[in-house]
C-alpha cells in the first residue's frame, strides 16, 4: 500500500517522527511510484519558495494597493451615494428562499382567512339578512308563538313581504 501525499508532504518538510520516517524511508526505497510523487511534491515546493515575496516587494506593492484605494474609494471628493440610489446585489439562493417565504405566506394565510366558511357551510345553512327596524316583528306580542305555524305559512308569509328565502337542509334523517 502506498503512502499519501499528506504523509509525503509530512516527510518533505521533515515533519514525521522516528518510527514513521523511517518507514516511508523504507517505502520509498522499492516504491518507484510513491519516489514519483516525491520528486513532484519537490518540485512543487521548489516553484512555491521561488514565488514568495520579499519584504521590501510586499511593502512597495502593499503602498500601491493602499493609493488605488484612497483615490477610488476615500477621495475628498468622490460623492456619496443616498441609500436609494445604492445597487442591491441579491443572489440567485437568497431570491429563492424569499419566493418560498412568500409563497408560504400566502397559502397560510388563505388557509386561515380564505374562503370565510367554506367548512362551516356544510354544517350550518347560509342565509343573508338585511334587517331595519321596519321589518323586525316581536312574536311574544302575538296571542300564539311561532310553534303554531307551519314551515309552508312562514314561507308564504315571508314571500309576501318581498323576501326571497331559499332554504335547504342536508343531513337530515328520516324518523320511523
Not at 501525499?5 to 523504507?26: A, H, I, M
Not at 397559502?107 to 345553512?125: K, V
Not at 338585511?130 to 321589518?135: D, P, R, V, Y
Amino acid at each position: 500500500m502506498c503512502i499519501d501525499d499528506g504523509l509525503l508532504s509530512s516527510y518533505l518538510d521533515g515533519e514525521l517522527g522516528e518510527p514513521y520516517r523511517s518507514q516511508v524511508e523504507e517505502h520509498l526505497s522499492y516504491c518507484t511510484a510513491c519516489q514519483s510523487r516525491l520528486e513532484k511534491l519537490k518540485k512543487l515546493d521548489q516553484v512555491v519558495s521561488r514565488a514568495t515575496l520579499s519584504d521590501e516587494e510586499l511593502c512597495s506593492r502593499m503602498d500601491q494597493t493602499l493609493s488605488i484605494l484612497e483615490k477610488k474609494c476615500f477621495e475628498q471628493g468622490a460623492k456619496k451615494l443616498s441609500f436609494w440610489r445604492k445597487k442591491l446585489e441579491v443572489g440567485v439562493p437568497a431570491m429563492v428562499t424569499a419566493a418560498a417565504g412568500i409563497i408560504v405566506v400566502f397559502i397560510g394565510s388563505f388557509a386561515a382567512f380564505g374562503r370565510g366558511g367554506a367548512e362551516t357551510s356544510d354544517i350550518m345553512p347560509s342565509f343573508s339578512v338585511q334587517a331595519g327596524s321596519e321589518n323586525i316583528h316581536l312574536v311574544s306580542s302575538r296571542e300564539q308563538g311561532l310553534d303554531a305555524y307551519s314551515l309552508e305559512e312562514i314561507m308564504k308569509y315571508l314571500d309576501s313581504k318581498g323576501y326571497n328565502v331559499d332554504i335547504s337542509i342536508k343531513g337530515l334523517t328520516p324518523i320511523e
